[in-house]
């Protein structure tokens, strides 16, 4: 099988550097803004919102690969949409039109929400070539998917079904099951299962395959964190349920 080279190196942003807090100033901004505004919108516009979010998604991961395959800058290794962010990216492009959103949206909540915050407190633009797109993108990328689960569910009122933290855990160790060995055959390090990434995050401890361990059980105590805060009912919630 014949695998292209990548060229580039991936870049990482250093923990507390004066880049990293002013992304993540901006990030927090961005979704402060985005879900106050929500607040004084109606169900339809809301919803509008959200199909601009996954148009946005739509153009980021479908769209933008294709123009890397005819350029010919397209690599096996790397560039399949399998890491959980890349997955949850593009559930997160249909989401918003599909009507039975239910099990799409359970698992997107928090493999979305999880993954889009690790991706923007250790950011890891893999394969960057040194390009302002490329470095939007990976922000906005990651910021839609942590942002529209949260939109749908203070401003559209789309709630986790019951267990749905137990149901999200077995499927993401499904697709480790399933991706694990694709990563040994190809060579590649999708989802991080064959070497963690190059960033400093405390929930990596120790090489491979205790660091996989740990990340198994600091995303399930995670998902049961996130489970239990969205059945938490407050008044300012709006009784609205769209699908």
């Known amino acids: 099988m014949l695998l292209v080279k990548q060229p580039f190196s991936n870049y990482t942003i250093e923990f507390m550097s004066n880049e990293w807090i002013i992304n993540c100033g901006l990030v927090l901004v ?6 106050f505004i929500g607040r004084s919108l109606s169900a339809q516009n809301n919803k509008r919102v959200t199909y601009l979010m996954g148009a946005i998604l739509f153009l980021s991961s479908v769209v933008h690969p294709i123009l890397i395959v005819l350029n010919g800058q397209w690599n096996m290794v790397t560039d399949i949409p399998l890491h959980l962010c890349g997955i949850s990216c593009l559930i997160c492009c249909f989401l918003p039109f599909v009507k039975r959103k239910q099990f799409l949206f359970d698992f997107v909540f928090y493999s979305g929400i999880i993954g889009g915050i690790m991706s923007v407190l250790t950011p890891q633009i893999n394969a960057y070539d040194g390009s302002q797109l ?3 993108e990976y922000y906005v990328r990651h910021v839609l998917i942590l942002l529209m689960p949260l939109y749908m569910f203070k ?8 267990h749905s933290y137990l149901k999200s855990f077995l499927i993401l160790n499904i697709l480790i099951v399933i991706i694990m060995p694709l990563n ?3 060579g590649s390090n999708y989802m991080y299962l064959s070497e963690p990434p190059q960033v400093n995050n405390p929930l990596l401890i120790g090489k491979w395959p205790y660091y996989l361990l740990w990340l198994e059980l600091f995303v399930f105590v995670l998902m049961a964190a996130f489970y239990g805060l969205s059945r938490i009912k407050f008044n300012v919630t709006p009784k609205i349920k769209c699908f």
């Open 184 to 186: 040994f055959y190809l």
């Open 134 to 136: 490329l470095y939007i």
């Open 30 to 35: 961005v979704i402060i803004l985005f879900l």
């Open 155 to 162: 401003n559209l009122n789309i709630k986790p079904s019951k």
